[in-house]
T-cell receptor, first 116, second 112 residues
């Protein structure tokens, strides 16, 4: 089954404790991205990747890191989480870029992160 | 600044009734517009994709329209079902760029 898998689904952590949220897709998609979703703000892009070893900042990249060493994986790293990073996070992938190939984004089921 | 605005913010309708959700955008140059459905606790799922040259696209009981001149889109849901209860998000892409702009969404509740 074609899917984007995020882990964990729920995560509670304390300020400053490094964490990684994993994302994997099995569709051989080139484009992958991370979003956070907050009430009243909608989905905002954190980072995106056009292909292996190619990553770029989205609209809200501060406090986050990503890597794309393999085509299928795109982990999100919070080196020193803070309470304002409490949010619902989504990973997504697409066949090509959202603009060039007109292919939809396939989203994972989200990771709800709480930083205390 | 590229923006996508959706209305209404929330909507309650009776099962079996029709409804229309609106999306206005200021994204330029325009590439395509998509509507996504997001069930509570799940990731968004694509319903329709429309490019500049497409005015209408249907997916079952969902029909999306696009007026590129006025920069408006609508999503019409026919004969609503309880399973249509979800948030509907309008997403617009800028031509030549890798970023997309999301609307905040319309939260639809269908009641028996």
């Amino acid at each position: 089954e074609a899917q984007v898998t995020q882990n964990p689904r729920y995560l509670i952590t304390v300020t400053g404790k490094k964490l990684t949220v994993t994302c994997s897709q099995n569709m051989n998609h080139e484009y992958m991205s991370w979003y956070r979703q907050d009430p009243g703000l909608g989905l905002r892009q954190i980072y995106y990747s056009m292909n292996v070893e190619v990553t770029d900042k989205g609209d809200v990249p501060e406090g986050y890191k990503v890597s794309r060493k393999e085509k299928r994986n795109f982990p999100l790293i919070l080196e020193s989480p803070s309470p304002n990073q409490t949010s619902l996070y989504f990973c997504a992938s697409s066949l090509g870029t959202a603009s060039l190939y007109n292919s939809p984004l396939h989203f994972g089921n989200g990771t709800r992160l709480t930083v205390t | 600044k590229n923006q996508v605005e959706q209305s209404p913010q929330s909507l309650i309708i009776l099962e079996g009734k029709n409804c229309t959700l609106q999306c206005n955008y200021t994204v330029s140059p325009f590439s395509n517009l998509r509507w996504y459905k997001q069930d509570t606790g799940r990731g968004p799922v694509s319903l329709t994709i429309m490019t500049f040259s497409e005015n209408t696209k249907s997916n079952g009981r969902y029909t999306a329209t696009l007026d590129a001149d006025t920069k408006q889109s609508s999503l019409h849901i026919t004969a609503s079902q309880l399973s249509d209860s979800a948030s509907y998000i309008c997403v617009v892409s800028v031509r030549g760029y890798q970023k997309v702009t999301f609307g905040i969404g319309t939260k639809l509740q269908v009641i028996p």
